[in-house]
């Protein structure tokens, strides 16, 4: 489907698929109380600029880490 503007006001959503891909050409924003992403194999996180910026808490916890 094409259109314009797509809004949801749900309780929940649920999604299960085999494979997901989003291209976004503006911003994509989340709000949230908590976020968890889970991998079991690789997570990548790749930008010209990334910033973690925690209030209280930055834990990094892996076997090896290399920073630099």
Do not use: N
């Not at 929940?12 to 994509?28: C, L």
């Not at 908590?34 to 010209?48: C, K, M």
């Amino acid at each position: 489907h094409v259109g314009q503007v797509l809004e949801l006001l749900v309780d929940r959503v649920t999604q299960r698929s085999k494979h997901s891909m989003r291209a976004i050409e503006g911003i994509d924003h989340t709000s949230a109380e908590t976020i968890d992403y889970r991998a079991e194999r690789a997570a990548h996180v790749r930008a010209e600029h990334a910033i973690v910026d925690g209030k209280e808490l930055v834990k990094l916890d892996g076997g090896q880490i290399h920073l630099g």
